[in-house]
């Protein structure tokens, strides 16, 4: 049976270690700060074979014991054992079964979200930072986005079909084959002279005349419906409903970075660590909600949030209000 997998994603004390999982076996085992104990649990930074162990929490806060956690099925059996209070989905709860998709928080220090069961992945890229950006740009530690980078690594030569949703990352992913393609100019479909040896990116409508074409690489970016039944090689895009346990560090980059471009919104926002404030409420939010136009819907809500929140610390939005010129300017040439 596969380890159910809990995913820190708000931490009062260590922002930095959002992404990073418990591994809950049928074993029950605690959760806490206590370190020594032989069943205690320990956070994990999992990247295919490679298991890095970080240790609990560090915040004296937290009992030493403070939850003891069992999986049971698909599902989390979870008991308070500590000082803190429990809440399931941000309701207070001594004991119960945590299912996948639900928030777990010890009160006001952390918040995990049960990701359910652990499928790990072979990765490529084990020296990369924790939760920041990778050489594509994409960002997450999800089975699901490692399975990308992987498809990304195994495409072949010649034509590829990019499929995925609207705002999926389908323009990263074919920048990505072209960085580990050989050598050659990366143009888009419309461009004045396409000579042979390009890689062109070509939306499926227009996808035809270059599909005939053998002197040049076409990386046609397709949504689901509009693929044919057989193609020579397709790679699918994770949206970010599948990769819901990624949507906190996403946020977290998002933010870090619109403290360069919108710094005057975003000043009373950042603590004096340099970290973004983020309410628990906003995380349970973001982790539960969908996003039919993927990072852009994101986008929204945390700008959203920015504009509505009362309080330094961010909260789920209120009534919507108008975006800035620049935060529009900054998205609008990535939207695929």
């Known amino acids: 049976m596969q380890p159910i997998s809990l995913v820190l994603v708000w931490s009062r004390e260590q922002p ?137 690594d195994q495409a072949g030569p010649g034509h590829v079909w990019i499929v ?5 990352g389908r323009l990263r992913a074919a920048r990505g084959l072209h960085r580990r393609g050989p050598p050659s100019r990366l143009l888009a479909h419309d461009a004045d002279r396409i000579a042979a040896g390009s890689t062109v990116i070509v939306p499926a409508a227009l996808s035809t005349p270059f599909l005939a074409r053998s002197d040049l690489r076409a990386l046609i970016i397709a949504d689901p419906e509009t693929v044919p039944p057989r193609v020579q090689q ?34 009373k926002h950042i603590d004096e660590r340099g970290e973004p404030k983020l309410s628990i409420e906003l995380v349970r939010h973001l982790v539960q909600v969908d996003y039919p136009q993927n990072e852009r819907s994101l986008r929204d809500i945390l700008w959203e949030s920015i504009e509505t929140s009362p309080q330094a610390r961010l909260a789920p939005p209120g009534p919507k209000n108008v975006r800035s010129a620049a935060w529009e300017m900054e998205f609008e040439f990535d939207d695929e």
Not at 237 to 258: G, H, K, Y
């Open 16 to 152: 930095r270690r959002i992404g990073e999982r418990v591994f809950v076996s049928p074993n029950p085992g605690s959760l806490g700060r206590e370190a020594a104990h032989p069943d205690q649990l320990s956070l994990l930074r999992p990247r295919g074979a490679t298991i890095t162990g970080c240790g609990p929490l560090d915040s004296p806060r937290l009992s030493r014991r403070q939850v003891q956690l069992q999986a049971v099925g698909d599902h989390v059996r979870f008991t308070r054992t500590g000082q803190r209070r429990l809440l399931l989905d941000g309701e207070e709860a001594q004991e119960g079964f945590a299912h996948r998709g639900s928030c777990l928080e010890i009160d006001s220090e952390a918040v995990f979200y049960v990701e359910g069961p652990w499928d790990p992945v072979p990765v490529g890229m084990t020296q990369l930072v924790w939760a920041t950006p990778d050489h594509d740009g994409l960002i997450g530690e999800s089975p699901a986005a490692w399975r990308h980078r992987r498809d990304l």
């Open 164 to 168: 995925g949703d609207r705002g999926s």
């Open 234 to 267: 397709r790679i699918d895009v994770p949206d970010l409903n599948a990769r819901r346990a990624d949507i906190p560090v996403i946020a977290r980059q998002v933010l870090l970075e619109w403290t360069l471009t919108e710094a005057r919104s975003m000043t």
